[in-house]
């Protein structure tokens, strides 16, 4: 459903699990920063009024799971910690040029959006499946839920706002195959992304 080209390495929940803490504070960040890129795209786009429902729906929805993971970092005996450079969208956003039309910078941040957001329940899927800890599994299950119908939100609006479907799908597609590239050195680090 997803279309990754390459699934995270099983062994990373090994290092995830081992390093909970870490994880957690990783994952608060993650969903301000999903929170932050719906307000960029309402303050970028405001033209397009559907986006900017759906954005506004999304931050608030975001910003709650923001409070949902920093409330079980503390029941947990754990403090939020300092946010760090996520290598993973630092290496994402190298992929697209610079510039072009309003309609082609705006597909480009909706389908790299899209794709960070699809890698989230990709190992979303793999916490709920292999932790332990069954509660902090369900919790991300209910999580991976959220994160699939934001993919594809995403998606559907790139498509949509696209000037040519069938541009936008290769862009996709090769966006997908330079994700897997990137994958290839990442999944030993204790973070979501990474």
Same mark, same amino acid.
């Given at each position: 459903m997803l279309g990754l080209k390459l699934p995270t390495d099983p062994r990373w929940v090994d290092i995830a699990e081992k390093n909970i803490e870490e994880i957690l504070v990783d994952h608060a960040y993650c969903e301000q920063k999903a929170a932050s890129t719906a307000i960029s795209l309402i303050v970028s786009f405001p033209e397009y009024s559907d986006l900017v429902n759906a954005m506004t729906a999304l931050a608030r929805e975001e910003m709650g799971h923001f409070k949902m993971v920093h409330e079980r970092l503390l029941n947990m005996g754990f403090k939020m910690g300092w946010d760090r450079k996520d290598e993973y969208v630092v290496q994402l956003l190298k992929f697209f040029p610079k510039g072009g039309s309003r309609s082609t910078q705006l597909v480009h941040r909706l389908l790299i959006a899209g794709l960070i957001e699809a890698r989230s329940c990709e190992r979303f899927r793999l916490l709920s499946e292999e932790l332990?800890?069954?509660? +902090?599994?369900? #919790? !991300?299950?209910? +999580?991976?839920?959220? /994160?699939?119908?934001? !993919?594809?939100? #995403? +998606?559907?609006?790139?498509?949509? !706002?696209? /000037?040519d479907r069938q541009v936008v799908d290769q862009k996709w597609e090769d966006l997908l195959e330079f994700e897997a590239k990137i994958m290839k050195d990442l999944g030993t680090k204790e973070s979501i992304h990474g």
């Amino acid at each position: 459903m997803l279309g990754l080209k390459l699934p995270t390495d099983p062994r990373w929940v090994d290092i995830a699990e081992k390093n909970i803490e870490e994880i957690l504070v990783d994952h608060a960040y993650c969903e301000q920063k999903a929170a932050s890129t719906a307000i960029s795209l309402i303050v970028s786009f405001p033209e397009y009024s559907d986006l900017v429902n759906a954005m506004t729906a999304l931050a608030r929805e975001e910003m709650g799971h923001f409070k949902m993971v920093h409330e079980r970092l503390l029941n947990m005996g754990f403090k939020m910690g300092w946010d760090r450079k996520d290598e993973y969208v630092v290496q994402l956003l190298k992929f697209f040029p610079k510039g072009g039309s309003r309609s082609t910078q705006l597909v480009h941040r909706l389908l790299i959006a899209g794709l960070i957001e699809a890698r989230s329940c990709e190992r979303f899927r793999l916490l709920s499946e292999e932790l332990k800890d069954k509660d +902090l599994a369900k #919790f !991300y299950r209910d +999580l991976m839920i959220s /994160e699939a119908n934001h !993919y594809t939100m #995403f +998606l559907k609006f790139a498509r949509q !706002y696209g /000037e040519d479907r069938q541009v936008v799908d290769q862009k996709w597609e090769d966006l997908l195959e330079f994700e897997a590239k990137i994958m290839k050195d990442l999944g030993t680090k204790e973070s979501i992304h990474g």
